[in-house]
């Protein structure tokens, strides 16, 4: 792309670059005989007030009587009370300013201007994060603006040695991204592999952090999360202080954390506001939902099936006695109902919360009493379906309920065909597959896979905290 020259029509050539925006701005001031300066903007994405109030009035204010006075930067630098103010000498970055929220002040017969930044603040203000609730700790949220995120971080880390490494990703949105970490913390290994996959990344969009989630991760047709996502800055910062990394994407309230490992998604920051026995039952209840959510409808499909001798004679008489009138078999009954909910699931998130309520109603009383009335479905099968659905948000972290539920179906496929036998073919390749699976260099089974024993104070436990000095070994070890 050929670049653009200092000349008269370079404002022509920078309106024909941004295909003649209608916000596109471009204000003639003239100073003194010949001499002059032009304020060059994009109305919609900047304070107008701003440039009137802070570049404008005080350059025309500062005209001197003497006719003889040479208007080069300098004089443009004293004059302007912006503190943050820069030269360029390259057009091309002038359109990537302009884009940005940046006005340009390019003064006459200079090879050179200057810009300021005025971008407009009218952002969405600090909330509650609106994926996480929380009942104990702050709650402050991550928002769509960047630079507001980087504050809610050093709001907490109050650390020199804090790293924002910013790069730009995407060749149409050019989208800003910052890799943070504590260099005295993080394994440089896993720092810059983080770098290699960021740099490696050739994509005309990034809208969303998922999209780099794609680029990055080790394995994408894994079920498993590799990096965690977060609305929370305390949970960024205890994850920087562990030796992670963060990745803050701008547009977007979600940050991506890495490496992971498989029982760090059993983990949630409210764990750490209190106390070691509460957290560490609260972690033990996630990992016993996690089992049920995947192991429920596929032993009740087994069991009914296959299996039926394993069941007390009493229990056995009475789900014969309710699956007398079912016209389906376990594996299509199953079936029916759990698709019926992740459909009232998905209408649930995407219909208006006026709506949500009916939704509720009609799923709960409609679908599950009616139908149950009707002869479709035992009652047995609706109880299995509600123990799995719960479980299913038992999980603290979104992506973690989604694995659940693509793996629970899995399982019911494999007890449909091949009962208890397929339940257990399906065990040993997830572990395999666990063991097997790497997020950035680290065992994502660590740190049992391999055993560290130092990491146990703070994994299926989670020990007082005077016993947790030491951060973590197994981002360290990658072998």
């Not at 040479?70 to 630098?77: I, K, M, N, Q, S």
């Not at 924002?164 to 800003?176: C, D, S, V, W």
Request: proline share 6%; with cysteine; aromatic share 10%.
């Amino acid at each position: 792309m050929p670049k653009l020259s200092f000349t008269e029509p370079m404002q022509e050539q920078i309106r024909n670059r941004v295909k003649g925006a209608p916000d596109f701005v471009i204000r003639p001031f003239p100073l003194r005989g010949s001499s002059a300066f032009t304020c060059l903007y994009l109305s919609s994405i900047v304070e107008s007030a701003l440039v009137d109030e802070f570049v404008v009035k005080p350059m025309l204010a500062a005209v001197p009587i003497e006719e003889e006075e040479e208007y080069d930067l300098g004089w443009f630098h004293r004059h302007i009370p912006f503190v943050q103010n820069k030269e360029w000498t390259d057009a091309d970055e002038g359109i990537r300013l302009l884009l940005e929220g940046q006005c340009l002040l390019i003064p006459t017969l200079v090879n050179r201007f200057l810009s300021f930044d005025v971008k407009r603040s009218d952002y969405r203000s600090v909330t509650e994060p609106q994926s996480e609730a929380t009942v104990r700790g702050p709650r402050e949220g991550f928002v769509e603006d960047i630079g507001r995120n980087v504050a809610l971080i050093r709001k907490r880390l109050k650390s020199e040695h804090l790293v924002f490494e910013q790069m730009t990703i995407g060749t149409k949105t050019k989208t800003k991204v910052y890799l943070t970490y504590l260099p005295d913390v993080a394994p440089t290994g896993v720092v810059e592999e983080f770098r290699r996959r960021l740099q490696a990344i050739q994509a005309d969009s990034i809208l969303e952090s998922s999209y780099m989630e794609d680029w990055i991760q080790d394995k994408t047709l894994s079920p498993f999360p590799q990096l965690i996502t977060t609305e929370r800055p305390d949970a960024v910062t205890g994850k920087l202080l562990d030796g992670q990394v963060a990745l803050l994407t701008d547009g977007t309230p979600i940050a991506l954390i890495g490496p992971v490992t498989f029982f760090q998604l059993f983990s949630s920051p409210e764990d750490y506001y209190q106390r070691p026995d509460i957290a560490t039952l609260s972690r033990w209840l996630r990992m016993f939902a996690f089992m049920l959510s995947i192991f429920i409808p596929a032993l009740y499909i087994a069991v009914v099936t296959f299996h039926q001798e394993l069941l007390p004679t009493p229990l056995l008489i009475n789900l014969a006695a309710q699956r007398e009138a079912v016209p389906f078999p376990a594996f299509l009954e199953a079936m029916i109902m759990m698709v019926t909910f992740e459909i009232l699931r998905e209408a649930g998130l995407r219909m208006p919360r006026i709506a949500g309520q009916s939704i509720s109603i009609v799923g709960a009383l409609v679908l599950g009493m009616t139908t149950v009335e009707a002869g479709l479905v035992s009652a047995a099968m609706v109880i299995v379906v509600s123990i799995t659905a719960i479980s299913n948000f038992v999980s603290p972290i979104y992506g973690f309920g989604n694995a659940q539920r693509i793996l629970q179906f899995v399982f019911m496929f494999l007890a449909g065909f091949m009962g208890l036998y397929g339940i257990l073919c399906g065990t040993f390749f997830v572990l395999v597959h666990l063991v097997s699976l790497r997020s950035f260099g680290v065992k994502y089974m660590s740190p049992i896979a391999p055993l560290i024993l130092s990491d146990f104070k703070d994994t299926i436990l989670r020990v007082p905290r005077f016993w947790m000095k030491r951060k973590p070994q197994m981002f360290s070890r990658k072998k």
